[in-house]
Nanobody, 117 residues
Framework: QVQLVESGGGLVQPGGSLRLSCAASGSIFSINAMGWYRQAPGEERDLVALITRGGSTNYADSVKGRFIISRDNTKNTVYLQMNSLKPEDTAVYYC???????????WGQGTQVTVSS
C-alpha cells in the first residue's frame, strides 16, 4: 500500500504561479513513476505530467512550457511547478503513482486549483 498526500493548491490569478507537492509513504519499493492528473467539473481525469525515478518526464500538450514536474527521491516527493496559469487550468489535481508489482494505481485525495481574477 502506498499513501500519497498532496499540498499546495489554492486560488491564483491568471498568469500567476502555484507549486503542488505530493509526498509518498508506505511501500515505496512498489512504485517508480509519480505524477499528476487533473479533473475539471464534468470532465474526465486527464494526465498532466509524469516523472520516473530516473527523471524522465512526460507532459500533456496543454501544459508544456508552463508546468515543470520534478521529484526528490530522498524525500519520496514529487512537485508540480505551475506557471502562467490560465482559467482552463482550474481543476482538482490528483497525485498518482502506478504500482510496478501489480496492476494497482495509487491516488492522492486531490487538491483544488482555481485560476480566476
Amino acid at each position: 500500500q502506498v499513501q500519497l498526500v498532496e499540498s499546495g493548491g489554492g486560488l491564483v490569478q491568471p498568469g500567476g504561479s502555484l507549486r503542488l507537492s505530493c509526498a509518498a509513504s508506505g511501500s515505496i519499493f512498489s512504485i517508480n513513476a509519480m505524477g499528476w492528473y487533473r479533473q475539471a467539473p464534468g470532465e474526465e481525469r486527464d494526465l498532466v505530467a509524469l516523472i520516473t525515478r530516473g527523471g524522465s518526464t512526460n507532459y500533456a500538450d496543454s501544459v508544456k512550457g508552463r508546468f515543470i514536474i520534478s521529484r526528490d527521491n530522498t524525500k519520496n516527493t514529487v512537485y508540480l511547478q505551475m506557471n502562467s496559469l490560465k482559467p482552463e487550468d482550474t481543476a482538482v489535481y490528483y497525485c498518482y503513482a502506478p504500482s510496478i508489482v501489480s496492476t494497482r494505481n495509487f491516488w492522492g485525495q486531490g487538491t483544488q486549483v482555481t485560476v480566476s481574477s
